[in-house]
């Protein structure tokens, strides 16, 4: 079993639609758990990150860990042509620039006009 | 300047050679950290930099090997090419060692293929 989990899509959604994009894991250690955006040709960009269980919101972004079911889902609401792009999550023991994160494969996401 | 700039940003080379890839940290950190993003896949982390001493390694072959310059600027070396390691190299940035609240800065990447 790999240490992280992502459906590698593609996901297609219509624009406006609420997007659910998830991982899961299977390190009890980690404790910080991160959304990265990555575009064609680009480096990721660290979108959010979340310590611990819980919540986080930042604008049409929410970030959700629940570390009982070791599942961490990131929602884009009202999505926009412009979120398409590949969504990588990513996972650390220590903090957001840990030495060794590990990232899940990407889910490719398009948002149809 | 800001931001991180890797160079060169496509590079073909033959089976056995040796590479050179190189990254400018963006101002303020002293960190960096490379990975290697092979197709569909998520970036593996290859090795990381904290003033001009590694600071962790993942699990890739003695091949590949790094430095990094008192200006906190890194170069990634990779003897012996083999296919595999094609790939996408991301050099990412950041400030301090672990913790804290920012991420990695990452670069654009470097697309090497092995022919």
């Known amino acids: 079993q790999k240490e992280v989990e992502q459906d590698p899509g593609p996901l297609s959604v219509p624009e406006g639609a609420i997007v659910s994009l998830n991982c899961t894991y299977s390190?009890?250690?980690?404790?910080?758990f991160m959304w990265y955006r990555q575009y064609s040709r680009k480096g990721p960009e660290l979108l959010m990150y979340t310590y611990s269980s819980g919540n986080k919101e930042d604008g049409r972004f929410t970030a959700q860990v629940d570390k009982s079911s070791k599942y961490i889902s990131l929602f884009i609401r009202d999505s926009q042509p412009s979120d398409s792009a590949t969504y990588l999550c990513?996972?650390?023991?220590?903090?957001?620039?840990?030495?060794?994160?590990?990232f899940g494969k990407g889910t490719r996401l398009h948002i149809l006009p | 300047e800001t931001g991180v700039t890797q160079s060169p940003t496509h590079l073909i080379k033959t089976r056995g050679q040796q590479v050179t890839l190189r990254c400018s940290s963006q101002?303020?950190?002293?960190?960096v950290s490379w990975y290697q993003q092979a197709l569909g896949q998520g970036p593996q982390f290859i090795f990381q930099y904290y003033r001009e001493e590694e600071n962790g390694r993942g699990n890739f072959p003695p091949r590949f090997s790094g430095l990094q310059f008192p200006n906190y600027s890194s170069e990634l070396n990779v003897n012996a090419l083999e296919l595999d390691d094609s790939a996408l190299y991301l050099c990412a940035s950041s400030s301090g060692k672990t913790g804290g609240k920012d991420g990695y800065t990452f670069g654009s990447g470097t697309r090497l293929t092995v022919v």
């Open positions: 990513a996972m650390s023991e220590s903090g957001p620039r840990d030495d060794k994160i590990i």
């Open positions: 390190n009890s250690a980690f404790q910080y």
């Open positions: 101002s303020g950190h002293n960190t």
